[in-house]
């Protein structure tokens, strides 16, 4: 079975452009969530979905939104980068509604010039 | 919001060593869970534990969840250099989120 994937792989954006990360969830995961992980430190939550609904959401800004679509796969967009957006973002799908036993994707590698 | 201290944040042993990395919060928690992740890799899932005291093991690695469900412990007996990475403790919120530790990163010199 596939598991958690992501793209793009690696991205390089400009301040004040807007990006798009995709995320397919393992196969019967109806959960999603959404971390940034900066170079030295523990993944950051951002977003948690759970049947296409919003259910959970971290501390950051209004410019990071996601969605969750039909067949579970989630989105994540970030409006007006700055420098700081500069991160490893992850993706984890969980079995259950919440985010226990979270399964990571790759991750997608942004860098903000 | 709800924190989770791990110590200590680098920790080098030679091969055949043991080690142990902890995990701190001040409050209690539901569960704890264990995740590696190795250099240039994203966090692999190894446990979870729930139950107060409870001690569970996979081959070489001991994980223990505290009595009062406010701390953790991951132990590596006799480390390979195939352990090398950082070892993270993570606690799900009421928010369905995972707070992470630091982590502690894990190398062993052959």
């Known amino acids: 079975d596939a598991g958690v994937t992501q793209s793009p792989t690696h991205l390089i954006k400009t301040r004040g452009q807007h990006v798009t990360l995709r995320c397919s969830p393992i196969s019967g995961h109806k959960s999603v969530s959404w971390y940034q992980q900066v170079l030295g430190q523990g993944p950051q939550f951002i977003f948690q979905?759970?049947?296409?609904?919003?259910?959970g959401r971290g501390n950051f800004p209004d410019r990071f939104s996601a969605r969750q679509f039909p067949n579970y796969s989630s989105e994540l967009n970030v409006n007006a980068l700055l420098l700081g957006d500069s991160a490893l973002y992850l993706c984890?799908?969980?079995?259950?509604?919440?985010?226990?036993?979270?399964?990571f994707g790759q991750g997608t590698r942004l860098t903000v010039v | 919001g709800q924190q989770v201290m791990q110590i200590p944040q680098y920790q080098h042993v030679q091969e055949g060593e043991d080690f142990t990395t902890y995990c701190n919060s001040s409050t209690t928690l539901s569960n704890i869970q264990w995740y590696k992740q190795r250099p240039g890799g994203h966090p692999v899932f190894l446990i979870q534990l729930v139950k107060s005291g409870e001690v569970k093991k996979q081959k070489r690695l001991t994980f223990q969840f505290g009595e009062a469900k406010k701390n953790s412990s991951l132990h590596i007996t006799a480390t390979q250099t195939t352990d090398v990475g950082t070892y993270f403790c993570a606690a799900e919120g009421s928010a369905r989120q995972l707070t992470f530790g630091s982590g502690t990163q894990l190398t062993v010199l052959p």
């Open positions: 979905y759970y049947e296409k609904e919003e259910r």
């Open positions: 984890a799908s969980s079995p259950g509604q919440g985010a226990a036993e979270a399964f």
